[in-house]
């Protein structure tokens, strides 16, 4: 008897469904014996990386840059079988060979970028704690940079280094003696940092975000420089609301924005940017007493002659507003009359004292409780001659009032 259509057609259709199965089976087998050549592989690795031998280590590392981005999960699982093996990558970050040290800095990277979870912060910590004493090596501080702008793409990563570590201090110190290609990266590690709201969540960590950018805006004053600061100065807005924006008007972000807008860079881009910035500036300056700027640009500790400083009007009415949060402002200008490096800011802040001094009824005594009379006679002896004259000033205010 002949089969009927419909019992063809459920024939032909489990011979295809059996074709399929059986081709599935075979990529299935195909994967499973690359995932075990991995594995093998990978034990093979390690086993050079064990060795005393600097080629072997060298071999080593090659082939897990080589292979990891492609079997990162068969690289992973090794790792979650062998926890020895992390502790043998961190102690090569130390290695006497730049090569090796490099290789095994670029190979924690990528392993932390795809594992990291609050389990792995003490290797994270570790591996940071590494990193930022690379910053101040010529050999190691870009590559350095560049594992960690891959890095800190991961959220839970960016997480731990902004509330654990004093990660913009860190690239501070870093870019001091750094080429300009290579502050362009400490850079672009900010603005990696930016896209993260707690940049914006501590005013303390948001103001040097801004001051760093714009210090290094002002050394390098080019394009991709310019951009990227745009870049960072709008995330921290959209993360930080009007709070930031306000901080922004009182770190000079404001005339920053002029300079750039006047360049015509030719980007339809980042002229929409600086749109945005202006438009939220211009409304936080509005809600922004004078008072509160001057008190803003304070705690950057880098001060530019401007109004605040210079009105008799200004200092008649808020010298005893020094006083404020436990004499937080007081302190600071006592701060910024001893750093070294930056003479305007000094200038400025000697004659900001000799004004406290001069229009606050009990400025004399707070001048005394910080020993700031002994600073500002020393600097009267300061090889900027601008700090030198403001210092002569104040201590003339200073005995006037005794």
Same mark, same amino acid.
């Given at each position: ?125 570790r591996y940071l704690e590494w990193s930022f004493q690379s ?29 654990h570590t004093d990660i913009v201090r860190r690239i501070v ?32 960590? *948001? @103001?040097?975000? /801004? ?5 290094? %805006?002002? !050394? &390098?004053?080019?394009? #991709? ?19 930031? *924006? @306000?901080?922004? /008007? ?5 005339? %920053?924005? !002029? &300079?750039?807008?006047? #360049? ?19 409304? *936080? ?11 803003? !640009? ?105």
């Amino acid at each position: 008897m002949k089969p009927t259509l419909d019992e063809m057609f459920v024939t032909l259709k489990h011979a295809h469904f059996i074709e399929l199965y059986a081709d599935e089976r075979k990529k299935m087998d195909e994967r499973e014996h690359e995932e075990k050549e991995a594995q093998r592989s990978t034990e093979t690795e390690f086993v050079k990386l064990r060795s005393d031998s600097q080629w072997k280590k060298k071999e080593g590392f090659v082939f897990l840059t080589e292979i990891l981005p492609e079997q990162i999960d068969c690289f992973v699982s090794y790792l979650a079988a062998n926890p020895g093996s992390m502790e043998l990558l961190l102690q090569h970050l130390g290695h006497p060979s730049l090569f090796i040290s490099q290789a095994a800095s670029r190979v924690l990277s990528l392993v932390l970028f795809h594992v990291y979870g609050e389990r792995e912060w003490p290797l994270l910590k570790r591996y940071l704690e590494w990193s930022f004493q690379s910053f101040l090596d010529n050999a190691l501080r870009k590559h350095t940079v560049l594992c960690l702008i891959y890095l800190a793409r991961n959220k839970k990563v960016s997480d731990s280094v902004l509330l654990h570590t004093d990660i913009v201090r860190r690239i501070v110190d870093g870019s001091r003696k750094a080429d300009v290609g290579t502050k362009y990266y400490f850079v672009y590690l900010l603005w990696v940092f930016s896209f993260n709201p707690l940049a914006a969540a501590k005013e303390e960590k *948001a @103001r040097e975000i /801004v001051s760093f950018s714009l210090q290094l %805006f002002r !050394e &390098v004053e080019k394009e #991709k420089i310019a951009r990227l600061c745009v870049f960072i100065f709008s995330n921290l807005i959209l993360h930080g609301g009007a709070r930031t *924006a @306000r901080l922004l /008007v009182g770190t000079r972000v404001g005339p %920053f924005v !002029e &300079v750039v807008r006047g #360049k015509k860079y030719g980007d339809e881009e980042l002229s929409e940017e600086v749109c945005f910035l202006q438009k939220r500036l211009s409304e *936080a300056s509005i809600s922004l007493t004078t008072f509160e700027e001057y008190a803003a !640009e304070l705690r950057t500790k880098r001060l530019e002659w401007s109004p605040t400083h210079t009105s008799t009007l200004f200092w008649e009415k808020n010298s005893p507003r020094l006083f404020e949060k436990k004499k937080e402002l007081l302190r600071i200008l006592s701060d910024i009359v001893t750093q070294e490096g930056e003479a305007e800011s000094v200038a400025i802040a000697t004659h900001d004292l000799g004004q406290f001094v001069k229009f606050c009824p009990v400025g004399v005594e707070a001048v005394k409780e910080f020993a700031i009379k002994d600073k500002i006679i020393r600097n009267t002896q300061h090889p900027d001659r601008e700090v030198r004259y403001q210092s002569l000033i104040a201590v003339q205010k200073y005995i006037n009032k005794l």
